[in-house]
């Protein structure tokens, strides 16, 4: 068993908030140990509380067809959420949901070390960069931040469910892609 696997194990059990009362799963994230992509979203939706898989919805499905428009597989990337559990309703993690998961997200990012982090949506952006980024002016840059004692590169773009449905969110969805083809 591996360091992650040990973690994935410790977030399955994890009671740190109370999101743990109305999960069936929590989602502790998938993907290669050593992944060169690391993208965070915000929170299980609906099928992956039921699954224990992050990105498995609807907008798993557009996430893996904009990553095969510009080359890359879902299988290279090491995938998980801000938060680990469902919010009800699918609302927007509270802080201190964030801040009871964000400690087990940067052991993720440590464990992982990957050479590009994918933060998608504002709740990861806040979460990991602060407040003073967000998806509207920061989508498509690329952006150094020092993260788990290492530099890392960083793009910024907007959630999957919120590419599907705006055509501005999907334009700087696509843009940020693009930037990640470019210097991958």
């Given amino acids: ?18 999101l743990w009362k109305t999960r069936n799963h929590a989602v502790p ?28 919805g609807l907008s798993g499905r557009f996430l893996e067809r904009e990553l095969e428009r510009v080359g890359f597989d879902r299988k290279e990337f090491f995938i998980t959420g801000t938060v680990k559990c469902r919010p009800p ?16 997200t940067l052991e993720q990012i440590g464990l992982v070390d990957p050479d ?32 788990e004692g290492r530099k890392r590169t960083v793009i910024v773009l907007p959630h999957p469910a919120a590419a599907m449905r705006f055509p501005r969110m999907r334009d700087l969805f696509a843009k940020s892609l693009d930037l990640l083809k470019e210097m991958a």
């Fill in 89 to 104: 309703r699918n609302r927007t993690p509270t802080p201190e949901e964030v801040r009871a998961c964000l400690p087990y």
């Fill in 1 to 18: 068993m591996s360091k992650l696997d040990d973690l994935a194990r410790e977030i399955r059990a994890c009671r740190r908030c109370s």
């Fill in 116 to 147: 590009f982090l994918l933060l998608a949506g504002n709740t990861a952006v806040k979460a990991v960069l602060g407040k003073e980024y967000c998806v509207g002016k920061d989508s498509g840059k690329r952006i150094v931040a020092e993260i």
């Fill in 29 to 56: 994230g998938e993907g290669p140990e050593d992944a060169r992509f690391f993208l965070l979203g915000e929170a299980p939706g609906k099928k992956e509380d039921e699954m224990g898989r992050p990105f498995v």
